[in-house]
Structure formats: structure tokens, C-alpha cells
């Protein structure tokens, strides 16, 4: 071989691997697994014993108290919430698996749904997977301890798309495990159901896990499920794809601002019903935010406190309550 050809197939080589790299930076990915071990402590597991066995997902902090899951992880399949009304007696298990205590264990905490999408849709026979989640209220405040995330629209977010300045977290692997380059395809169109998609490596029990800005805590979606077409689109072969297709792509719930709005509601909810309870008011069932004895305990505080009694819970009521608990 003469000294031409040598140096035209190195040439060659190197062009080909600068050409893949420049692939893998741009390319719409699906399927193809280079997720990383992650330790994230506001990111755990969570687990829900149903009449038809037990289900299991990802959830993660987005209050002291509160963590948001998929609606199918909490409450079944459609096909199985269809016939049952969701409910929070629905009770299952946080755990954050990735903080060890010194006896050896992980910090547990009991999860109720607080709110959730209409998954199933009015006549509980559809499917919706941008209403695919559901906020549970802890019987302890992990997040004081180890933190939590902040919701963002990624319609007002210029940097989410097709960039791959994502990192998705989950545990379909066994472990937390983090797809740390990762894209939505943001182009203002959604799946008619409001789900987006994006390419993020996501697989079984993952669902409920949260897409995050590449280093922050602000999370613009929540992994819900996927969509795939057949032969080298299809779940498990790893396909890159030059441009994106939505036949070979995963879906999420994005954190839309009239998602984030009901979930902000909702907490401001549970953190009054909470501070109600520890001051002695019967405010009923914990987690239960449309129990009337909620609006009762709260017309009865309002009263007391000379305000106008209107029985609506707030985040300005949650603030008397926390100084009145606190003597203030």
C-alpha cells in the first residue's frame, strides 16, 4: 500500500467518524439506550398494590411534600381505570432509592393522589396521554430534606427543542438511571391529545419520571409513554433517525400552564388541609382535597381570623395557617 492510499483511508476514516459525531449530536435519536448511573435524591420510586397486581414507576419532588407521577403508574392502565373511578384511597409507597440512611434503608413515605388528568377522557373509555399525570401528597415532607423541582412551561422555554439540552431520569434499568442528552420536538404542535414528543430513551418504568433542563432542576415534561411504528422503528431495536418522525418517537406530558396551574392549586390545597389537621381542625381525610370537611375547617379558621369565610384554600391562607401554627 503506497503512502496515498494510506493517507487517503485515513482520511476517509477520520471523515466517517466526524460524520457519525456529527450525527449523534443532531440527529433525532429513538430507542438508542446511552443512559448513565444518576443519584439524583429528589428523583425515587413508586409503588401502588391494585386489585390487578402491582404497578410501579418513577415519581419525583415538586414540593416539601408533594411528587408528580403518571395517572396510568397510580391507577392502572386505561383499560383498568376505565372500570374503576380513580380515587385518593388509591395509597402507595415513595421511596427515595437513591439516599441511604445509616440503618442501611431509604426514606419512605406514604403517596395519595391529590389530583390528576382526565386520562380516561368524560366517557372513561379513551386514552389522553397529555393528561397522563397525577400530584400524591407525602404523610412526609421529603423535600425539606432533600429538595425538589420547579415546573416550566416548555412552550416558553427557547432552548427545548431539537437540541438535545434535555436529561430524562427513571428506573427502568432497576436502578435511577439518566438519558443526559436528550430533545422534544417543539415546533408549537402536539399530539391532538396534548402529549409532545421527544427522544429520550424511556422504557417501562420509567413512566412518571421527570425531563428536565440539562442541569437545573426545572423540568419541562413528564415521561408518559410511547409511540412507534414497525421494522426499525419498533420498541427495543435502537434506530437513528436524520430527521425527526412521528412514527419513531416517545411521549410525554408537558408541563403546559394550565397543567401546572390545576397542580399549583391542588397544592396549596393539600399544604392547608395539612396545616389545618396539625392545628386540630377536622379537615378530613389527608390527601382528600375535596372532602367537605376541608372547606369547612377552612371557613370555620376564616372566620376565626375575621376573614371572609369562602371555604377556598390559597397559598395567602396557607401562610396565616403557618403563622397561627407557629404562634405568630
Not at 179 to 197: E, Q, T, V, Y
Not at 231 to 255: E, F
Not at 301 to 327: D, H, I, K, M, Y
Request: hydrophobic residues 40%; aromatic residues 8%; charged residues 20%.
Amino acid at each position: 500500500m503506497t503512502v496515498a492510499q494510506r493517507a487517503l483511508i485515513t482520511f476517509a476514516v477520520v471523515a466517517v467518524v466526524a460524520l457519525l459525531a456529527l450525527t449523534q449530536a443532531t440527529a433525532w435519536v429513538f430507542y438508542v439506550d446511552q443512559r448513565l448511573v444518576s443519584k439524583s435524591s429528589q428523583v425515587g420510586r413508586i409503588t401502588f398494590v391494585l386489585p390487578e397486581g402491582t404497578s410501579t414507576g418513577t415519581a419525583f419532588l415538586v414540593d416539601e411534600c408533594e411528587v408528580l407521577s403518571n395517572f396510568h403508574v397510580v391507577f392502572g392502565p386505561w383499560y383498568v381505570s376505565a372500570l374503576r373511578p380513580p380515587s385518593p384511597a388509591n395509597q402507595g409507597i415513595f421511596e427515595l432509592a437513591e439516599v441511604t440512611l445509616a440503618d442501611g434503608s431509604h426514606p419512605q413515605a406514604q403517596a395519595v393522589p391529590v389530583a390528576w388528568g382526565d386520562y380516561t377522557g368524560p366517557d372513561r373509555q379513551l386514552r389522553r396521554p397529555g393528561e397522563d399525570w397525577v400530584l400524591l401528597t407525602l404523610d412526609k415532607c421529603l423535600g425539606q430534606q432533600y429538595g425538589y423541582y420547579t415546573l416550566v412551561d416548555p412552550a416558553y422555554d427557547d432552548d427545548a427543542a431539537e437540541s438535545g439540552s434535555l436529561a430524562a431520569i427513571g428506573y427502568s434499568s432497576g436502578r435511577q438511571m439518566v438519558d443526559s442528552r436528550c430533545s422534544i420536538h417543539w415546533d408549537g404542535r402536539k399530539l391532538a391529545d396534548g402529549a409532545l414528543f421527544h427522544d429520550c430513551a424511556t422504557l417501562q418504568g420509567d413512566s412518571g419520571g421527570p425531563i428536565v433542563k440539562r442541569g437545573t432542576n426545572r423540568v419541562v415534561a413528564i415521561a408518559s409513554g410511547y409511540r412507534s411504528g414497525k421494522g426499525l422503528c419498533a420498541v427495543g431495536t435502537g434506530y437513528l433517525r436524520w430527521r425527526w418522525s412521528g412514527d419513531c418517537t416517545n411521549t410525554a406530558v408537558p408541563m403546559s400552564l394550565a397543567v401546572t396551574g390545576r397542580i399549583d392549586t391542588a397544592m396549596a390545597a393539600a399544604r392547608a388541609q395539612r396545616e389545618l389537621l396539625r392545628l386540630g381542625y377536622d379537615a378530613g381525610r389527608p390527601g382528600d382535597i375535596a372532602d367537605p370537611k376541608l372547606a369547612a375547617a377552612i371557613r370555620a379558621f376564616q372566620r376565626q381570623a375575621r376573614l371572609l369565610p369562602t371555604g377556598e384554600a390559597s397559598w395567602s391562607l396557607v401562610a396565616l395557617l403557618c403563622l397561627r401554627r407557629l404562634n405568630i
